[in-house]
């Protein structure tokens, strides 16, 4: 029997653009996570000691991946699925130091603006329904999706309910 779903509590939001450390790749998440956690964080934590160092506090933030492929992305083979991992740093950094030559973190400006988005708690295997309903509230609100599927990962994935934020840059529908 499955359990039943939390009700599902969407809305639209402004984000400024962010600094983020990231690691792109292309492949099964299962697969090519295992290189690019300890890349990403391998990366921001030395970037942390360094500014407090110099007396900058700076808390690192959840996770967040991006998903490219255009909406239909979740049915392409895992193996092909093309992704940015990234990690958000404070802005004006530069260069990032660079743990596993074979998975470089570079340097972004990721753009956000106006976004919808949900939390969903549970497997990320059963999220379908709730990415669903995500896109029939953006359509209802008048939007449309104007970039990649985001996911940004409020808890580790063994966690008994995985929490996740989803999230889609978005624009008012024209005409």
């Known amino acids: 029997m499955r359990k039943k779903m939390k009700p599902f509590v969407s809305e639209i939001a402004q984000m400024p653009a962010e600094t983020m450390a990231v690691v ?4 099964d998440p299962g697969e090519v996570g295992a290189r690019v956690f300890p890349a990403l964080y391998g990366a921001v934590y030395p970037l942390k000691f360094a500014l407090k160092k110099q007396g900058v506090e700076f808390k690192i933030t959840p ?6 492929g255009g909406p239909e992305w979740a049915t392409l083979p895992r193996e ?18 660079q ?5 470089p973190v570079v340097v972004e400006t990721w753009e956000y603006g106006t976004v919808a988005q949900v939390l969903y708690i549970g497997s990320y ?19 449309e999706i104007a970039g990649p599927h985001e996911e940004e990962y409020q808890s580790r994935p063994e966690a008994k309910e995985p929490k996740t934020v989803i999230r889609y840059q978005v624009r008012k529908k024209r005409g």
């Open 24 to 27: 792109h790749t292309v492949g």
């Open 80 to 97: 092909d699925w093309k992704a940015a991992w990234a990690i958000s740093i404070p802005e004006g950094t530069a260069e990032l130091v």
């Open 63 to 68: 996770p967040r991946a991006r998903w490219f």
């Open 125 to 143: 295997s059963e999220e379908t329904e709730t990415i669903l309903a995500l896109h029939a509230f953006i359509e209802e609100q008048g939007y």
């Open 99 to 103: 743990k596993d030559p074979e998975t």
